[in-house]
Nanobody
Framework: EVQLVESGGGLVQAGGSLRLSCAVS????????VGWFRQAPGKEREGVGC????????YYPDSVKGRFVVSRDNALNTVYLQMSGLKPEDTGVYYC????????????????WGQGTQVTVSA
């Protein structure tokens, strides 16, 4: 059974940085695509970075490109989301998700989800 556990969320001032971790069990992260998604109150869940099973290619939406980086440590079976230059609009619950296929970075395409971790960016 694939399980994902996020950690590393918290409160940070605008301009600051945070690193989120997604510990994966039940599958090797090199065999899956892993995505990071966020959901702000009253808004739809959106992708903020994905790392594909094919070649480890990464994808970022324009809203976070240049500020967020997804990486993985195969030895620890953990995927990270390094966030810098944080803005108040980055506030939300951040989820990691996984899928065996090679989906686009859309929440509808991912079948396994963690419980989420809150990120709050103060102005």
């Amino acid at each position: 059974e694939v399980q994902l556990v996020e950690s590393g969320g918290g409160l940070v001032q605008a301009g600051g940085s945070l690193r989120l971790s997604c510990a994966v069990s039940g599958v090797r992260i090199g065999d899956i695509t892993v995505g990071w998604f966020r959901q702000a109150p009253g808004k739809e869940r959106e992708g903020v970075g994905c790392i594909r099973v094919v070649g480890g290619q990464t994808y970022y939406p324009d809203s976070v490109k240049g500020r967020f980086v997804v990486s993985r440590d195969n030895a620890l079976n953990t995927v990270y989301l390094q966030m810098s230059g944080l803005k108040p609009e980055d506030t939300g619950v951040y989820y990691c998700a996984a899928d065996y296929d090679d989906p686009v970075c859309s929440p509808r395409e991912f079948g396994y989800w963690g419980q989420g971790t809150q990120v709050t960016v103060s102005a």
